[in-house]
Each structure stands twice: as C-alpha cells, then as structure tokens.
C-alpha cells in the first residue's frame, strides 16, 4: 500500500461515496475505484460495500482507517519538521475562525503576526464550531479558535476568554430600559439568530429550555452584520456575545444582560493531538497570548 491509496480510502470514507471524493481529491472515479480495490486485494478483504445512500464500511475498513489516519498524521508531521528546520519562518498556516470570535479577539492578532512572520502565507477560514472541528480532526486547519467545550477528546484545548450572551435590541425597544431581562421575558419576544449550525445556538435553546420554552424565531443569518441589520429595522431582538459591545460606540442598540438564567460561555484554541506544531502556528500561539493575556499551558505546545 501508499500514502495515496490510504489518502483515497479516507476521503471516500469521509464524503461517504466515491462521487464527492472525486471533488475533494481532483481525481478521477476509476483511479479511486482501484485504489481500493487494491487496499482490499492486498488486505485480504472488502473495506467498503456501496449503499443507495453512500458507503458503509467494514470491520475490516474500520481498522485501516484508523492506521490510515495516524499514518497520514505522521506525515504531515515529518513534512512539518523538516519545513521548520530552517532559521526563518515561513510555509502556510491555517487558522480557523467562527465569524464572531474572529472580529472581536483576533483582529490585532492578525496584524501583529504579520509583522512577525511576513513570509508565512496565512490562511483564515471562517466558519462555525461544529464545522471547524471537522476541518481540525481532517487536517484542512492547524489551529482554531472555538466556543467551549468542544466535544472531541482528540483535541488539546487552551481557554483565552470568558463571555456571556446578551440581549440585543434597538434602543427605542420597551425592553432596552431595564438594567436587566430574564428568559421569561425574552420568550415573548421575535428573535434574530445566528444560523442553526453555529453553536451559540445550543447555549440559547438550553436557556429556554429550563423554562420549557423555545425561542420565537423569525430570521436567522451567518453574517453578523446582517443579523444586527435585521435587529435595527426591526424585525426581532437578538442575543450576541457581551463582548462585541464592550467598545462599540453605536447609539442605536441597547445591550442588557440576561439573568434567569445567565448566558456564559467560554472561549478557546483547539489543536489536534498528536500534531507537531509548526513554528507559524507556535508564533500564531505566542502572538495571541500576549495580546488577550492568558499564559499558554505547557501541555497545549506538546
């Protein structure tokens, strides 16, 4: 077997079928099709059997992709040392980041690893939690930045922050005058949220939850900047992280915090284990330490 025959059965396993690992891997079917098919000669058996709904794999299947994985991990690993070796830091880093968590931290973060590490091409992907745990667990992304906890237990986690949600409305609101709203009063409300797969999401549905409640939802976004337009003409009232208003000078929201019960959450860096952390991604680490104020723990850089 090779490095790419093990690469061809993991993306067949994980877009479950061959036809969107085509699209993943730039290759033709039939070269992904005898690829496996040699795994499975040279294995003594089938790995995957072909459903209407995709593929299912076999236990035989579940064993290689597990070797496969850390095969392909170590590779990367080798490759990443090797590239490390030299005095100046380059290559790429890629970092993910949940839209929010990205506008309110990261900011200075970005200029400031750009004046240190001008040769490294650094590559930002902004997505929601749930999807940047996949990218992290696939490889696509060194290091993310996420709403804890994250469920995986394959990743080393590193807090920076505590935040809570807040009510969100135009100033005019009724509600925009008290020094404080509970979920009671909030569940008669039109809401503004973000979109389903953002992980803010399981935070307010909890809340409700407790008082046997759900959120009156009549819009939702991915942008933030669409959500907080949608809370201005209108349409419903919002809750958004306490942080993103802590320096905003707008006049026209009012921003209240929630009891009964509060909404607070936690903020982290999340890598994979077993990794060897590039030197792009250890500066990106140090970088962020400095600037929000938190001291990285010894075990989050092994």
Request: glycine share 6%.
């Amino acid at each position: 077997m090779n490095l790419r025959e093990l690469r061809y059965f993991i993306e067949v396993v994980r877009n479950n079928g061959f036809g969107r690992a085509t699209e993943a891997l730039h290759v033709t079917q039939p070269a992904i099709s005898r690829a496996i098919k040699q795994l499975e000669d040279e294995l003594g058996g089938d790995l995957l059997i072909r459903e209407n709904r995709g593929v299912r794999v076999t236990e035989r299947g579940r064993i290689l992709l597990r070797y496969a994985e850390n095969i392909l991990q170590q590779e990367n690993n080798l490759h990443t040392e090797l590239s490390d070796i030299s005095q100046e830091i380059t290559g790429t880093l890629k970092v993910g980041l949940p839209p929010i968590i990205g506008a309110v931290y990261f900011p200075e973060i970005l200029f400031t690893f750009r004046q240190r590490c001008p040769k490294v091409e650094l590559e930002i992907v902004e997505m929601p939690t749930p999807q940047l745990e996949e990218a992290l667990h696939s490889g696509a992304i060194e290091i993310a930045a996420a709403m804890l906890p994250v469920s995986n237990r394959a990743y080393k986690v590193q807090k920076f922050a505590a935040d809570a949600l807040v009510m969100v409305a135009p100033r005019q609101h009724p509600l925009s005058q008290k020094s404080h709203v509970s979920i009671l009063e909030l569940a008669k409300e039109p809401f503004i949220l973000f979109a389903e797969h953002f992980k803010v999401n399981e935070l307010i549905h909890s809340a409700f939850g407790l008082h046997g409640l759900t959120p009156k939802v009549v819009g939702r976004s991915s942008n933030f900047e669409l959500v907080t337009a949608m809370v201005r003409a209108g349409m419903g009232i919002s809750l958004l992280p306490g942080s993103v208003w802590k320096n905003k000078t707008a006049t026209d929201f009012a921003a209240i915090p929630v009891q009964d019960p509060p909404l607070p959450y936690e903020v982290g860096l999340i890598r994979r284990k077993g990794d060897v952390i590039s030197r792009g991604c250890e500066t990106w680490i140090e970088v962020s330490a400095n600037i929000l104020g938190f001291e990285v723990a010894p075990d989050f850089l092994l």
